[in-house]
């Protein structure tokens, strides 16, 4: 069973260097926990907490600090994307961000929190939030202010700032090219998702996230993709648009809809590694 937690991070959001500071740090054999990881790092020993914690909330690294194979693929050296400069990237990193749950309130607003507010504030999420979580679903005893907290980094996680008199810092949030969510009003701090602002998403990198959420699974129902698609603000028109780009560049996914049961087949045993090198492949040069 999986239990809610809304703290972590030290208050820190993702900047933009971090994931790939992480991985290096990891993939050298270095630890989190030595008085060198401050120097190593080259940032302060709150922050040295806030860069273990979101390199597992990515999917960066496993439960037992291992270097994921995906990770390894985006941020080696010679990988596809160790600076993240690529929009797919992104889209893979907050789909990670979701599927593992560690940081519990990015699946909350984006599959649950979103089927009921458009638009919202920061107390409509936090009110939410103390409705949907009951004690028994948390991994700690639930903190108002934590919670205030986890809300704020959130935020800074995806909102765009709209004040251009704003230092460079507040624009090396990680997810913010995604447009997800955006500021509709900072008089009243109100924010939107964002089904009409959010980037391009390819179809080599729908179907990877396809493949990776589904696994081994050759039938998938439409409704189970238009859940997981709605996570990403992605709405069911746009979905079937998308299941037409793929049909368009790989013929063996198939989609049916027979006496009302809309589902997608996988006629052939795809890779999804190779979907990526394609994908990259296509955009990097």
Known sequence: ???YTFSGH????????WLKKGYDFVNAEKNFNDDDAVVDLGVGKN?????RYWIKAFDVVDDSMKITEWADRIFANNGYDPYIENIGTLWILHYKLLKTR??????????????????????????????????TDLLYPFNENTVKRDINVFLHNYVRPMND??????????????NLIYASSTENRRFRFGYNTKSYLAPEIALFIILDMFEE???IDFHSLSNLFFSLCITSDELMQILEDIKEKYPEVIFSDDSGIKQIQLRAAFDKW??????YNLTNN
């Open 274 to 279: 190779e979907l990526l090198h394609d994908y």
């Open 47 to 51: 922050m040295v907490t806030a860069i």
């Open 217 to 219: 699974d050759k039938i």
């Open 10 to 17: 030290d208050s820190f959001h993702c900047k933009d260097l």
């Open 165 to 178: 008199g704003k230092s460079i810092e507040d624009f090396s949030s990680l997810l913010i090219d995604l």
């Open 102 to 135: 560690l940081a519990s309130i990015y699946h909350l607003t984006f599959f649950d929190f979103q089927k009921e507010y458009r638009e919202f504030t920061s107390e409509q999420l936090l009110g939410f939030i103390k409705r949907n979580c009951s004690e």
């Open 1 to 3: 069973m999986i239990k």
